[in-house]
């Protein structure tokens, strides 16, 4: 587990919400996916999610599944009714011009992405 302020510190995370967000909580996993239905049937609690898919939906679901964060990558932002969403329920939201694929690389060497058990 690591704090999301040392991942989003060490990954270079762009925040998109500031003072609404304390970024305090310890994030124990990843899931990488813009499937809404897989990601409410796979990602667990206090995991970091990466996507693409950037409309107000996307806090929903990481609301429902008390994510610890939503990184939007290859520089896709959302909204500004998805950040007004986002503050309301104090969802953590990030940007990185980072693909899936190298995002989960650092991640992977910072220990934050295994298999599953």
Not at 38 to 57: C, G
């Amino acid at each position: 587990m690591l704090e999301l302020k040392e991942i989003v510190e060490k990954l270079e995370l762009e925040p998109l919400i500031l003072k609404e967000s304390p970024f305090i909580m310890k994030i124990k996993g990843c899931y990488i996916g813009d499937l809404l239905s897989n990601v409410m049937a796979h990602a667990r609690e206090a995991d970091l999610w990466l996507t693409v898919q950037t409309h107000q939906n996307v806090v929903a679901v990481a609301q429902l599944l008390n994510l610890g964060g939503v990184v939007f990558l290859e520089g896709h932002l959302p909204d500004e009714d998805t950040i007004k969403k986002a503050k309301k329920e104090k969802i953590p939201l990030f940007s990185t011009g980072d693909s899936a694929y190298e995002l989960a690389g650092r991640l992977y060497n910072m220990g934050l992405i295994r298999p599953r058990l």
